[in-house]
């Protein structure tokens, strides 16, 4: 059974920086694609980042270039998401994705093959 397990949210303070993880069970992550997304309740997922599995390239939604770094670490079997000068709008639940193939093609919209379950990110004083 493929399970994309994600962790590292939680509180943090306006400002501060957070390391969100999606560790992969019965896959092996090096040959995805991965992708971080976000969710307010209400409104639509939004796309923060993908890195390819074939060199690694990485892409990022303009608005949040230079504060999120996305990185893999296929020994490990795991993608980060590093989160710095967070901000409150920045609040949401969380979420990786993989996609079998080397590139990030489409990858805002493509139809994923796994997701993670989420984890909740509350940037709040």
């Known amino acids: 059974q493929v399970q994309l397990v994600e962790s590292g949210g939680g509180l943090v303070q306006p400002g501060g920086s957070l390391r969100l993880s999606c560790v992969g069970s019965?896959?092996?992550?090096?040959?995805?694609?991965i992708g971080w997304f976000r969710q307010v309740p209400g409104k639509e997922r939004e796309g923060i980042s993908c890195?390819?599995?074939?060199?690694?390239?990485?892409y990022y939604d303009d608005s949040m270039r230079g504060r999120f770094t996305i990185s893999r670490d296929n020994a490990k079997n795991t993608a980060y998401l590093q989160m710095n000068s967070v901000k409150p709008e920045d609040t949401a639940a969380y979420y990786c994705?993989?996609?079998?193939?080397?590139?990030?093609?489409?990858?805002?919209?493509?139809?994923?093959?796994?997701w993670g379950q989420g984890t909740q990110v509350t940037v709040s004083s």
């Open positions: 994705a993989a996609d079998l193939g080397a590139l990030c093609w489409q990858w805002k919209t493509t139809s994923w093959d796994y």
């Open positions: 019965g896959v092996t992550l090096e040959h995805y694609a």
């Open positions: 890195i390819s599995s074939s060199d690694s390239s990485t």
